[in-house]
């Protein structure tokens, strides 16, 4: 690599790129890392023993010139105090180095013009005063520093830009932080011993783009809902530049103007609201809002889901009555919301008082997955929020005990022209997967799920039959049929048969399966792998 090129790289890595937080800093560090490597191969002022198992500092190799230096992922357990006064050091890479447990004072004196620091997964349970005298520090990497619970005043980094404690044991953020006014990333995520942040500190970082603080204990508070001089959210909406944002809060916040103006100009955000809520991955976690072990009943979420592409609900109460409320509240559609998730609600969902949306207020759902949800079908969801599913393509059914049919079609909703996956599971009194009934004006010829290519079902003893009408699902490819013994039909012909590419289940069930005509079944034959992973030989 190029010297010139070398630097544009590096200036590049200073900016936080906008995937999920986590992800960006890892990234970043791992690709300065790369150009530390490659830039050294014709840089005489760098540095690299990397990843050699190296156990004592190579105090011989420092001269007064060099500029970077990698000595990550070795066995190093100890530095020394002084080096050879390394006026122009301006990257010093020890992450990796799983046995260092301290840092000497007069260590850190001899890089006068470091800029980066990782000391990633290391053992180091504190940092000395001197580190304030890195006067030049634009990042300072401690992720996974396991044992590192205390951090030295900051106030002097006035130039650092990247901030990265994640999976520290930081009880409270460092003195001085209020004064970073070139600070663009904060990692706290997986911070799960950060008791307190006070009111008025993170809203002086005024360079903030990135606040990242997934899994942390700490929980942001909603004004006058939480205690004296604790941050709140009114702290995160002075920060200006913020763009990616993920916190714990402590309750649904209100309908706000001040709230609603900085979550529209967020790029990605991920707010976890409640006691438990926690962090579980989505396709569409761009923009997520998840509720947990809350009474949401007297809770307004709908200026939420305006800038929402992803919203789950568990282990909530009080839900009909907030869908009720979702209903007659909002005067149009959240087109933006992309996944819905609904686990662990013990409450019926049914439309109450004729409060039924007008409107499908979801018109580009994506994905739905219910679990433990108490529902005799899905339809009784589809009344409440005037649900189409004409964008759903994954639909997820899990646990749910009183689920007898998954979805009524023929009327509201005609059929599923995007469904592509399929997943019911555990769901003990299911009978069939879609009921059709088609309406006066809806009567249709149109296949019920064009587009189905995956159906996976398991452990459904009641199941016998995926559909009331007859007909083929011509786009199936991979199916799947575990301990659903009274599910004698596959809706596939001879025509489309050569299409599927697998056929996984029971032998005995596979055995005792019906079909219209044996060209089906010979076609399917050696595309069958039983449930125990051998495919099945010989004839049937």
């Given at each position: 690599m ?5 630097r544009?790289v ?6 936080p790129?906008?995937h ?10 791992n690709?300065?890392?790369?150009w530390v490597?490659?830039?050294s ?9 990397s990843?050699?198992?190296l ?9 007064p010139?060099?500029r970077?230096v990698?000595?990550m992922n070795?066995?190093?357990k ?17 992450q990796g180095?799983f046995?260092l447990e301290?840092l ?15 000391l990633?997964g290391?053992?180091?349970?504190s ?5 304030s005298e890195?006067h ?5 990497i401690?992720?996974d520093?396991?044992?590192l619970e205390?951090?030295?005043s900051?106030e002097k980094?006035t130039?650092i830009?990247v ?5 520290t044991?930081i ?6 932080l209020e004064?970073?006014n ?10 799960h011993h ?7 500190i993170?809203?002086?970082l005024?360079?903030?783009e ?18 004296e001089?604790q ?7 002075c920060?200006h530049?913020?763009?990616v944002?993920s916190?714990?809060?402590?309750c649904?916040p209100?309908?706000?103007?001040e709230y609603?103006s ?7 955000f991920q707010?976890?609201i409640?006691?438990?809520?926690n962090s ?9 809002v ?5 009474n949401?009943?007297?809770?307004f979420?709908?200026w ?6 992803s919203?789950?609900m568990?282990?909530c109460w009080g ?6 409320n979702l209903?007659?509240d ?5 087109n933006?919301?992309r996944?819905?998730?609904?686990d662990?609600f013990g409450?019926s969902?049914?439309?109450a008082?004729?409060c039924?949306?007008q409107?499908?207020?979801l018109?580009?759902?994506e994905e739905?997955h219910l679990?433990?949800?108490n529902?005799?079908?899905i339809?009784e969801?589809v009344?409440h929020?005037?649900?189409r599913?004409q964008t759903l393509?994954?639909l997820?059914?899990s646990r749910c005990s009183r ?5 009524s079609?023929?009327n509201?909703?005609c ?8 997943h019911v599971s ?5 009978q ?6 088609p309406g006066?004006f ?7 799920v064009p587009?189905?290519r995956?159906?996976?079902?398991t452990n ?7 559909c009331s ?8 490819e991979h ?7 009274l ?8 025509s489309?048969?050569?299409k ?6 029971e032998r005995h069930?596979?055995?005792n399966?019906?079909?219209?005509d044996n ?8 595309r069958?792998?039983p ?6 030989t010989g004839s049937?």
């Open positions: 190029e010297k010139e090129s070398s544009q590096s200036k590049k890595l200073q900016k790129t906008h999920c937080p986590n992800e960006s800093q890892a990234i970043n560090i690709r300065f890392a790369i490597m490659s830039s191969q014709d840089d005489s002022h760098s540095l690299v023993m990843g050699i198992g156990r004592e500092f190579p105090l011989e190799k420092y001269f010139s060099i970077r990698s000595l070795n066995k190093l100890k530095l020394p105090d002084q080096v050879v006064e390394c006026v122009e050091l301006s990257a010093l890479l020890l180095n046995h301290a000497p004072v007069g260590f850190l004196l001899s890089f006068p013009a470091l800029r980066i620091l990782n990633s290391t053992r180091i349970s940092l000395p005063l001197s580190l890195l030049e520090l634009r990042s300072l401690l992720r520093c396991y044992y205390e951090v030295p900051l980094l130039k830009q901030l990265d404690l994640c999976a044991r009880k409270e953020l460092p003195t001085g004064t970073l070139s600070l663009r990333l904060l990692d706290l995520s997986r911070t950060l008791e307190s942040i006070p009111a008025g993170i809203q002086h005024s360079s903030l990135v606040l990242d603080m997934t899994l942390s204990h700490f929980h942001w508070g909603v004004q006058g809902q939480t205690q001089g941050a709140t959210l009114e702290d995160i909406a920060l530049c913020l763009l944002l916190i714990r809060v402590v649904v209100p309908l706000s103007p609603n900085w979550i529209e100009k967020l790029k990605k707010l976890f409640g006691p438990t809520a579980l991955p989505s396709r569409h976690d761009k923009r997520r998840t509720i947990s072990s809350l949401v009943s007297e809770a979420i709908g939420l889901l305006v800038n929402t592409t919203l789950v568990n282990h839900l009909n009555e907030m869908l009720e209903v007659i909002s005067t149009s559609s959240f933006v919301l996944s819905l998730t609904v662990s409450g969902i049914r439309p008082g004729g039924v949306a409107l499908d207020l018109p580009n759902l739905l679990r433990r949800v529902l005799e079908t339809s969801l009344g929020l005037g649900l599913f393509k994954h997820e059914v689920l007898k049919c998954l979805l079609l023929g509201l909703i059929f599923l022209p995007n469904l592509q996956e399929i555990f769901c003990e009194k299911l069939e997967l879609f009921d059709y009934s006066e809806s009567a249709s010829t149109e296949p019920l587009a189905l995956i159906i996976k079902l459904l003893p009641r199941l016998n039959r995926l009408q007859k007909g083929s699902w011509g786009s199936l199916v799947e049929v575990i301990r659903c013994n599910l004698k039909n596959l809706p596939i012909s001879s489309k048969a050569h599927v590419k697998e056929v996984r289940g069930w596979w055995n399966l019906s079909w219209d060209t089906t079944r010979e076609t399917l034959q050696p069958f792998v449930a125990d992973g051998n495919i099945l049937l």
